[in-house]
């Protein structure tokens, strides 16, 4: 896997199917537990490395889908009080 954009394709339930949004066509599994926020089916993600582990985060502005924006957002809310 190289750091980048992804976008998740499937859910299974331990891993996430990613495939690079740059037009690649590797595809990659990714741990669902690893992932900062509540992944869904067409997120957007980053990913990058810092030292052994691999590190995610949710690109609201690539993402498409509502029921994403909506779980970041509650989750944001949850992580301030």
């Known amino acids: 896997m190289k750091p980048g954009l992804y976008k998740v394709e ?6 996430a199917l990613l495939t690079p949004i ?3 066509s590797d595809q990659y599994t990714f741990p669902v ?3 900062t926020h509540d992944v869904t089916e067409g997120d957007v993600v980053e990913v990058w490395r810092e ?9 609201e502005e690539e993402t498409k ?3 994403s ?4 957002f509650m989750k ?6």
């Open 51 to 59: 030292g052994t582990k691999w590190l995610t985060k949710y690109r």
């Open 65 to 67: 889908s509502i029921s």
């Open 33 to 35: 537990t690893d992932f």
């Open 76 to 81: 944001r809310i949850l992580d301030k009080e």
């Open 10 to 15: 499937t859910i299974d339930k331990r891993t």
């Open 22 to 24: 740059n037009g690649d």
């Open 69 to 72: 924006h909506a779980k970041d």
